[in-house]
């Protein structure tokens, strides 16, 4: 079956650097998404990686090892408004998305 | 502003009722899906259109139907509700091609009693 493993909560320190890790198991792979989702919101998309390496957007950075069938999220200079669930979701070979269960980050001061 | 509207944000409903959970896009989006969130899941895709007049069953598609009679609206049906659909119910969009991310409405918090 195909699957998605994300750590279910993480607590880091406001100003520090957190990673988020997501391994995948998947029938083909089309590309892999990352999304933010504060409590009582909507998911709202951070970046999407389709070839092995680093994507750099701010202070957030998404790297893929397609070998591996693995991706993390790097949050960087963390802020109190980072405290969210990150939802790691991969477009399987029929352009379906799998999604993870979400990793809750706790950010304290 | 542009963007998916869900109605209505929170409903209780009784077991046996049907119930339409509606959702709108203005962003010409071809295609539309409903997902349903619960607590230590990922989201669930129930059903799905890639265009419009065009529908499909997702993961979960048992006791809820859709239909996509024109572009921006995508109505999602419960006939007949069971407890075990009580869950927040996201509306979401994209222009169809295969890496574009997902829109999502503000959700539908539905209790079934």
């Known amino acids: 079956g195909q699957n998605i493993d994300q750590p279910t909560e993480m607590t880091a320190t406001e100003g520090a650097i957190v990673q988020i890790n997501c391994t995948y198991q998947t029938s083909g792979f089309n590309g892999l998404f990352w999304y933010q989702q504060h409590a009582g919101e909507a998911p709202t998309f951070l970046s999407y990686?389709?070839l092995d390496g680093l994507e750099e957007k701010g202070r957030f950075s998404s790297f893929l090892s397609r070998s591996k069938g693995y991706s993390y999220l790097l949050l960087k200079e963390l802020q109190m408004k980072d405290s969210a669930s990150y939802l790691c979701a991969v477009m399987d070979s029929n352009y379906q998305l799998i999604w993870g269960a979400g990793t809750k980050l706790i950010i304290k001061p | 502003i542009a963007g998916i509207t869900q109605a209505p944000t929170s409903q209780i409903l009784a077991a046996g009722r049907r119930m339409t959970l509606r959702c709108t896009q203005d962003m010409r989006h071809n295609a539309m899906y409903w997902y349903r969130q619960d607590l230590g899941l990922g989201l669930r895709l129930i059903h799905y259109s890639n265009t419009a007049g065009t529908t499909g069953k997702g993961e979960v598609p048992d006791g809820y139907s859709v239909s996509r009679a024109n572009t921006d609206d995508f109505p999602l049906t419960l006939a007949s509700a069971v407890p075990s659909q009580t869950s927040v119910y996201f509306c979401?969009?994209?222009?169809?091609?295969?890496?574009?991310?997902?829109?999502f409405g503000n959700g539908t918090r539905l209790t079934v009693t």
């Open positions: 990686n389709v």
């Open positions: 979401a969009s994209s222009p169809g091609t295969g890496n574009s991310p997902l829109h």
